[in-house]
């Protein structure tokens, strides 16, 4: 991108809800990082996600939290348990019944802090896991854990328009593994990705080349340390430490890498977007 201008990049404060990994563990393996022989930390990972919750806070950035609750370890993986666009809420159906009880946990929660536009799910949707809010219309994916027929239930609930897509590789089983907006569309600029074109199928790779010709491209060692997983303000782009090509990449394009460790998160297949369900009002 040499000699080419580089367009300023405009924070935008976000409002996160985030749930402390007190009863993190392994004990299933509900996805290909999974790994119950392993040993993991529960105290690992709660300095971790307390570090990812401080950054997005030194970000300028709100997180609320919600109480965990024993016996559901993955419910750190707040990305999964709602989609809020609006202030509508659709929240999730889970297909692995490890991770059915936290839908309601969640639900409970926006209904206790005023979101009464809430719908629960009829079809199974992993909600931010699988659904990505460009500014304009929902990418949502399929293939190993949301079902189709829930794209068509989101655009109803949401009202916003749904465009469907489909994941091949079994390590990238949700979206947010394989995909992330860098920068929502506005008034006068589309939106941004960044993704891994081998996570999806190959009409999928064309819808996305163009939608977004635009698009960063990861490669699959930016893949392979969970560096789809990232959550950008528009300017500061969250990414695990191990994505610093990947960052390097956005840096190019006048974005500004953070890098956070999410190393135990990983073990059950999360990173810094799992643990990150955003409420946009």
């Known amino acids: 991108m040499q000699g080419e201008v580089v367009p300023p990049r405009v924070p935008t404060p976000r409002r996160y809800l985030m749930c402390p990994p007190r009863y993190f563990a ?3 393996a509900i996805n290909p990082w999974m790994d119950p022989s392993k ?39 707040a990305a999964n348990s709602g989609t809020v666009v609006d202030g509508r809420v659709l929240g999730s159906r889970f297909r692995a019944p490890q991770r059915t009880a936290e839908a309601e946990h969640f639900r409970r929660w ?51 328009p749904v465009v469907s897509l489909q994941l091949i590789d079994p390590r990238y089983y949700h979206l947010d593994t ?13 939106a941004q990705i960044v993704y891994y074109p081998d996570a ?28 789809l997983n990232g959550v950008s303000d528009g300017r500061n782009v ?3 430490v191990e994505a610093t090509d990947l960052g390097a990449r956005l840096a190019e394009r006048g974005y500004e890498p953070v890098y956070v460790d999410i190393s135990e998160l990983r073990k059950a297949g999360g990173g810094p977007k799992c643990c990150t369900l955003e409420i946009r009002k």
């Not at 996600?49 to 950035?61: A, F, K, N, P, V």
């Not at 819808?207 to 340390?225: I, Y």
Request: aromatic share 10%; glycine share 8%; net charge negative.
């Open 26 to 28: 392994v004990d299933y």
């Open 178 to 190: 394989a995909l992330f907006v860098l920068a929502e569309a506005t008034d006068t600029a589309t």
């Open 238 to 240: 969250v990414l695990p």
């Open 110 to 160: 926006f209904l206790e802090h005023g979101y009464r536009d809430l719908t629960m799910p009829e079809k199974i949707n992993e909600a931010e896991g699988d659904f990505a809010w460009t500014g304009r219309v929902l990418l949502a994916g399929t293939g190993f854990r949301t079902d189709p027929a829930a794209h068509a239930e989101a655009q109803e609930v949401l009202g916003v």
């Open 200 to 227: 999806f199928s190959p009409g999928s790779q064309r819808v996305l080349r163009r939608m977004f010709p635009d698009a960063v491209l990861a490669t699959a060692a930016d893949a392979e340390c969970f560096g």
């Open 39 to 77: 040993p993991v930390s529960a105290d690992v990972a709660v300095a971790q996600w307390t570090e990812l919750r401080d950054t997005y806070r030194r970000l300028g950035h709100t997180v609320e939290e919600i109480d965990p609750q024993p016996g559901l370890p993955d419910m750190v993986f």
